[in-house]
């Protein structure tokens, strides 16, 4: 890229910093979107960053740590083929996405704000329901069947207006009425 931009400004330091600054702008969204968007909602990456979230999760090593270890290897390799301005910008990518792995961990509630709520509420009470219906024995009697076949359908009826909730908050989270705020809070507190 160093080239487009030395054909623009004429001047390899000027082209080398606009790099720069194109690399640290794409590992700051890359580290925002992993840290707030996949880690959350339990999404693994491909690559280096998913065995990262996957160690991460397991062992509750900062993400950012290793991905810096899982990447010296390829930066070895790298140099070794591709030379000293691929080192030296690969490291410098890596170091602030890394750097902001560790700065956005913290504000997992950003991805509550935005919509991205944990289905794992919702899929729950999905699940809780097939199970009461498939655990009914045949030879149930018919009050009990009914107040089964009523816990079921509310936990599908939680589960729906959970999965409505999400939508709401995802496209008119500005908009919500208090009580779909109020619940919604709830659900995250209670997921939290």
């Known amino acids: 890229m160093i080239n487009i931009f030395y054909r623009i400004v004429g001047s390899k330091r000027v082209a080398l910093i606009l790099d720069c600054i194109g690399i640290a702008f794409g590992a700051v969204i890359a580290a925002f979107a992993i840290e707030e968007f996949l880690v959350p909602c339990t999404i693994l990456d491909g690559g280096v960053v998913g065995i990262g979230i996957m160690i991460n999760s397991l ?29 030296v910008k690969s490291a410098f990518g890596m170091t602030v996405f890394s750097t902001f792995l560790q700065i956005f ?27 009461i ?17 009523q816990t079921a359908n509310a936990e599908k009826q939680e589960y729906s207006q959970l999965k409505k909730l999400r939508w709401s908050l995802l496209t008119n989270g500005d908009k919500l009425s208090g009580s779909k705020t ?11």
Do not use: W
């Open 59 to 87: 062992a509750h090593i900062p993400l950012g740590i290793l991905t810096i270890v899982f990447n010296i290897p390829f930066l070895a390799v790298g140099s070794r083929q591709l030379g000293k301005l691929f080192i």
């Open 182 to 192: 109020e619940h919604l809070q709830s659900i995250l507190m209670s997921t939290e």
């Open 105 to 131: 961990a913290p504000l997992r509630n950003v991805t509550n704000v935005l919509g991205v709520v944990r289905l794992d509420e919702a899929r729950k009470h999905k699940t809780k329901a097939k199970e």
């Open 133 to 149: 219906l498939a655990d009914i024995p045949d030879d149930t009697d018919k009050e009990t069947l009914k107040s089964l076949k």
